[in-house]
């Protein structure tokens, strides 16, 4: 197959398709936001990462709806500059999803999937109780690729604090793979999870 993404034909939801077919297993952040009126919104992204260590900075990457308009979340994280991402393992898997229902504006995907808020230590967003790891997290930039349906915009926010069970830890305080078991996303509603890590040592030249 090849696809010609300058060509005029080009169809950007099949190439969405195609790519996130390959471009995985990508993590899963479940980004808690206020929203100007004060009500809570919760919702998965698949388009995140981390990209830097000093300061630790997160990347998310809230596409325009089909219907060019912003994604709450988007919408939020403008007005007030706060969100958390809590890392979603295969137990909040189910939970999750069901943050990602189009509900009302202004019913709690909190309430609607079953999840606890609780309360940051330096923003109002909520952390997720049931999550092993949650990042507060403040506004650096956001920078937009478009203003048509399906263009992005590129989220950075610094990480401000950092919470994780001590129960995933290892002897040493770091993250042991095989006590957290996170979900990636794959394509269409394909998900995995980290079943059997391993470990692969760079060559020392």
Not at 55 to 75: A, E, H, I, Q
Not at 154 to 182: S, Y
């Amino acid at each position: 197959m090849y696809v010609d993404v300058e060509s005029k034909d080009f169809d950007w939801i099949a190439g969405y398709k195609l790519c996130t077919g390959f471009v995985n297993p990508r993590p899963i952040a479940l980004v808690s936001t206020i929203a100007p009126d004060g009500h809570t919104n919760l919702a998965p992204f698949s388009f995140y990462n981390l990209v830097a260590a000093r300061p630790p900075v997160v990347v998310l990457g809230p596409s325009l709806r089909r219907d060019g308009r912003p994604k709450d979340t988007l919408v939020n994280i403008e007005t007030t500059g706060e969100f958390v991402i809590a890392t979603v393992t295969q137990d909040i898997g189910p939970q999750m999803v069901r943050c990602a229902a189009d509900l009302p504006y202004g019913q709690s995907e909190f309430d609607f999937a079953g999840l606890t808020p609780r309360e940051a230590t330096k923003v109002r967003p909520p952390l997720v109780r049931e999550a092993r790891a949650n990042l507060e997290c403040r506004l650096r930039q956001i920078i937009r690729t478009g203003d048509e349906p399906g263009c992005g915009a590129i989220v950075l926010g610094d990480v401000v604090a950092i919470h994780v069970d001590d129960a995933v830890l290892d002897e040493n305080g770091q993250v042991d793979p095989r006590k957290l078991p996170t979900l990636g996303r794959l394509g269409g509603q394909y998900y995995c999870s980290v079943g059997e890590p391993f470990e692969m040592e760079i060559p020392k030249t």
